[in-house]
């Protein structure tokens, strides 16, 4: 039995074509406004997260170094890598006025070979001094996390199998947390104390997989990260340790997320300009569609009209199929585009050549309600649109077309 809460859905099933066409517009529409959306927000939080993680007002490394490192690439693109510069260059460092905290790193880059699990980043801190890593920790962990030797906390990138043990230069390091994600080259890498990481560096040799030369691992570090007191200008003070301390270089903070910030502001402009102009397209295909759709079906609706159907139920059976189509396209769209970039987000950030994260559940499922409400707008615009139709033309005149 067919009733006027059915007939709707009857139309659309007896409309296949133009139906299939509203659908695939208006997922579309919804893929290019809540993907796009996503795809904007993830970077501005993994630009965030960036800035974070980094906890450093400036970061000194060795001049010589500049070759192979780039402070503003490293956060998110860089390969992993290795150098070093004298210890004494810490004290040297904590002698500059405006400096409060100085703690060093040492680095090591795994190999790819059968001495090790994977190419990774390998990034030493000091627990007694360590500003940057130690606070990632308690946040993480909810508490202080001792690290004996050869213990390691791995980034979110890093394979962790079930015996929880990495294995680096011959050496079976045991994982003992594993950070969230960050959307950055962190991700890639495995931090440690420098106890473990100057077993690390001499096995390195022993292997003969270490670049350098051999060295006393107690004489060296890679770089320092400074904090400074109040007051005082993170350039002026980064001008003046490069001109007191030799063979050093510097990089602020701003000055190594300024890069990201621009590519950013670009890649942002040119997805809200994609989701603009898909939103503008969809809606307008999806409305010419459905008033035409409507318009081949006059005579249904005069008929309907004969029989004591009022306007009131035409304008209400024309607004419900607007409703279906759009919905069940919206909600297309809105699923297609969530399994490709939350199955995707590492690609993602990678082919941006930016710091990518996604955002919780909470922000994902609010761009999905923004997005399905932009949707019903077109679908209200396309019934009222289709409404007119409806309303406008004398019964009589459509039923004798034809004839």
Known sequence: MVSLRNIPIKNLKSNPGKTTAILIFTALMAAAVFGGTLIVRGMQQGLANVRTRLGADILVTPADAK???????????AEPGYFYMDASVLDEVRAVEGVDKASPQLFLASATASCCSAKLQII????????????WIRETFGGAQKLGLLDVI??????????????LYNNDCRVIGQFAPTGSTLDNAVYTNFETIKVLIDSSFDTKLNKCQSFDTNDVISSVMISLKDG???????????????????????????????????ISGTVRAFIVIFCLLGTLMTVLLFALMISERKKEFASLSIIGASKRILYRMVAEESAYVNLTGGLLGIILSAVLILGFSNLIGQKLEIGFALPDAGQITIFALFTLGLVMLAAILSALIAAKQVSSPDTGLILKEGE
């Open 154 to 167: 791995v980034g979110a990138n890093v394979t962790v199998y079930d015996d929880y043990i990495l294995r």
């Open 67 to 77: 070759n192979e490192f780039d402070a503003q690439t490293f956060l998110i693109q």
């Open 124 to 135: 030493a801190f000091d627990p007694e001094t360590d500003f940057t890593i130690q606070p």
């Open 232 to 266: 005082y200008d993170a350039e002026n003070v980064a001008e003046t340790i490069e001109s007191t301390i030799s063979g050093v270089s510097t990089a602020t903070s701003k000055k190594m997320v300024s890069g990201i910030v621009e590519s950013l502001n670009s």
